[in-house]
């Protein structure tokens, strides 16, 4: 069975600090791909990030970046110097390698920026 | 380019009665996914279509059904509604149904069952 689990339920900072938000997960499957999307209070999962299982190597786009350990089984997200408009919900999220495979997603994470 | 809508965007029902919620996938994308999200929690796959067929189902009951269209879009139906099935039912969409492909999401349908 697969699993994402995100422990920090709710994170609050200030305009300009950095935040990592938290990403575990379980698979038997060798090969898998892990997602992160962002839920703005409009409701639409927008895509940030897809990364190979087979491709550990560290992605920074912006301020975002995202590190990736299986030995670990973790998938962080770090934004640097955080903004209000970041303000939202957070998912993880985990996919196997076959056909027609679903997203198992984490309960998310709500990131609350103030200025 | 149009991304995925979903209609209508909010929707009140009575317990017991049945409910249709449509979807059009982004220009080009061929697979519709369905996923249910209920308050404070990650959205549950219910289940995916592709080439007018349902591929691949979650853990959700019969009472839970769908179609593709030929122009791949898609319906969620639900009968015998509870009150457990408020929720966000969010619709994505691919281009193919790798496992490697991107899925966009539309704004969802908030049902709320009374």
């Known amino acids: 069975a697969q699993k994402v689990t995100q422990a920090q339920t709710e994170i609050s900072v200030v305009e300009k600090e950095d935040v990592t938000l938290d990403c575990v997960y379980e698979t038997r499957d060798t090969t898998y791909y892990l997602f992160w999307y962002k839920q703005p209070p409009s409701g639409e999962l927008v895509f940030l990030i897809r990364r190979n299982s087979f491709d550990e190597q560290n992605e920074i786009s912006g301020r975002y970046s995202w590190n990736f350990q299986k030995s670990t089984s973790s998938f962080n997200f770090t934004i640097t110097a955080s903004q209000v408009v970041d303000s939202a919900v957070y998912f993880c999220?985990?996919?196997?390698?076959?056909?027609?495979?679903?997203?198992?997603f984490g309960t998310g994470t709500r990131l609350l920026v103030s200025p | 380019d149009a991304g995925v809508t979903q209609s209508p965007t909010h929707l009140i029902k009575t317990r017991g009665q049945q409910v249709t919620l449509r979807c059009s996938p982004k220009?080009?994308?061929?697979?519709v996914s369905w996923y249910q999200q209920a308050l404070g929690q990650g959205p549950q796959f219910i289940f995916q279509y592709y080439e007018e067929e349902e591929r691949q189902r979650g853990n959700f009951p019969d009472r839970f059904s769908g179609h593709q269209f030929p122009n791949y879009s898609s319906e969620l139906n639900v009968n015998a509604l509870l009150l457990g099935d408020s929720a966000l039912y969010l619709c994505?969409?691919?281009?193919?149904?790798?496992?490697?492909?991107?899925?966009?999401f539309g704004q969802g349908t908030r049902l709320t069952v009374v």
């Open positions: 220009s080009g994308h061929d697979t």
């Open positions: 994505a969409s691919s281009r193919g149904s790798g496992p490697n492909t991107e899925a966009f």
């Open positions: 999220a985990l996919r196997g390698n076959t056909g027609f495979q679903k997203l198992v």
